[in-house]
Structure formats: structure tokens, C-alpha cells
């Protein structure tokens, strides 16, 4: 049986664009705002830091998860957190101590998520599991706007289900890049249940009952297969 599937809206880092997004993520029925924090280093990119996040904490009642794709994320976990982050993910590729990074997350009553990049291996993350709330699969190489889906990554989901399942876990099993009303199917039946969607996904065309009638299709495949 499918768990109840969570939506989290990737917003864009424009400060001024922030009232639009989080009406967006409202109007659209988002369960919570997902915000991409790059160093330049890890990623190519640079974005913004925990300034934003406090702006944003002050703008809204939805969950924030903070994605960091830093070098480094225990030097600043404190910071995201402290401006009001609800969920930090790290990566497992990062340089850093993992347990200590999850174990200082936790000690500050923050939830702890770990991110693994496409060419991971899902093993790796494994004896992290029972300690964390979620576990992000990219599915695309970053930045995902502008790298394909890769339906091969879809086994790291399946593996990661079963093995909650298997332990009686209940983190959750989040995915982000690529993903479109023709991708979403096949990564919710893989194992899915909170997908990351970019903010440009939420068009005017794409309503609740369009989104509504996408996930009910999901539910009926699954029933049949």
C-alpha cells in the first residue's frame, strides 16, 4: 500500500519573490517549502545563506526543510537552524563527520535528513537510517532544472522502501530533480512519498484537481499492479 504523499515546493532564492512562492506553496496545498542552500563548492552554484531562512520563518507557518549542499554542513547546522530550518538534510558526499553531523542536528531538536547524490550508492547510507526522519534521493545531477530524469536511480528508491519496511522504520523517502506529471507515477510506486518540486512546476495550468488527478492515477496503478 502507498503511504499518503507529502509535496514540498522547491522556491527560488529572490527575496523579493518570496510572498509569490509562499502563496504558491499555500494555494497549491504544499506540506512544506524546500529551499536549496549552495556554497559555491560542493555545487557549482552559490545561493543564499541563513538570513534568507529567517525572512522566510517569519513568512510563513509551513515546515521549512533546508537542503545544504555544502562542504562542511556541521560548521553552519547551527545557524539554519537557529533562523528557523524544521528539517536539515546534509550529504552524505560532504566533507564531514556524518554521525557527528546527525548527532549534532539532533541535539539541537531539529529533524535530520541525509541526501545522497545519482551515482550513490544507497548502501552507504544505510547504518544512518534508523537515526534520521528522511532520506533524499536526487534523481537528476544538480542543478536538476536542466539535467534529465534518470529512471535507472528509481532501484535506490524500491531499496530504500523495503528496507523501511523490513526494520519498521518511518523516515521519510524523498525525491527531487526531474520530476514531472509523466515522472511522478513511477516514483511514488517505486517508494516515494514526498516529492520535491521545482516552483516552476505549479503553473497556472497545473491546478490541486490536475495534481489531484495525477496521484489518484498512481493509486490506481498501484492497486492494479
Same mark, same amino acid.
Given at each position: 500500500m502507498l503511504q499518503p504523499i507529502r509535496l514540498s515546493i522547491n522556491i527560488g532564492i529572490n527575496p523579493f519573490q518570496l510572498p509569490k512562492e509562499i502563496q504558491k506553496a499555500e494555494i497549491m496545498r504544499c506540506n512544506s517549502i524546500h529551499v536549496d542552500v549552495m556554497d559555491g563548492h560542493f555545487v557549482p552554484n552559490l545561493s543564499i545563506g541563513p538570513d534568507f531562512i529567517a525572512a522566510l520563518r517569519s513568512m510563513t507557518d509551513l515546515p521549512i526543510e533546508v537542503h545544504l549542499l555544502i562542504q562542511q554542513p556541521d560548521r553552519f547546522a547551527r545557524d539554519f537552524i537557529e533562523a528557523g530550518a524544521d528539517l536539515l538534510i546534509?550529504?552524505?558526499?560532504?566533507?564531514?563527520?556524518?554521525?557527528?553531523?546527525?548527532?549534532?542536528?539532533?541535539?539541537?531538536?531539529?529533524?535530520?535528513?541525509l541526501a545522497l547524490n545519482p551515482l550513490t550508492l544507497f548502501e552507504? /547510507?544505510?547504518k544512518y537510517l $534508523?537515526?534520521?526522519?528522511?532520506?533524499? =534521493?536526487?534523481?537528476?545531477?544538480?542543478p536538476p532544472?536542466?539535467? $534529465?530524469?534518470?529512471?535507472?536511480?528509481?532501484?535506490?528508491?524500491?531499496?530504500?522502501?523495503?528496507?523501511?519496511?523490513?526494520?519498521?522504520?518511518? =523516515?521519510?523517502?524523498?525525491?527531487?530533480?526531474?520530476?514531472?506529471?509523466?515522472?511522478?507515477p513511477s516514483t511514488v510506486i517505486?517508494?516515494?512519498?514526498?516529492?520535491?518540486?521545482?516552483?516552476? =512546476? =505549479?503553473?497556472?495550468?497545473? /491546478?490541486?484537481?490536475?495534481?489531484?488527478?495525477?496521484?489518484?492515477?498512481?493509486?490506481e496503478a498501484s492497486a492494479g499492479g
Open positions: 546534509v550529504h552524505l558526499e560532504s566533507h564531514h563527520d556524518i554521525q557527528k553531523t546527525i548527532n549534532l542536528i539532533r541535539g539541537l531538536g531539529c529533524r535530520c535528513g552507504k /547510507s544505510i $534508523p537515526q534520521l526522519q528522511a532520506i533524499l =534521493f536526487l534523481i537528476s545531477n544538480f532544472k536542466i539535467h $534529465p530524469f534518470q529512471p535507472e536511480k528509481l532501484s535506490k528508491i524500491r531499496k530504500a522502501k523495503e528496507f523501511r519496511e523490513k526494520n519498521n522504520l518511518n =523516515f521519510e523517502i524523498q525525491v527531487e530533480g526531474g520530476l514531472s506529471a509523466q515522472t511522478i517505486a517508494g516515494a512519498n514526498t516529492l520535491v518540486l521545482e516552483s516552476s =512546476f =505549479f503553473t497556472e495550468e497545473l /491546478s490541486v484537481q490536475t495534481l489531484s488527478e495525477i496521484l489518484k492515477g498512481i493509486d
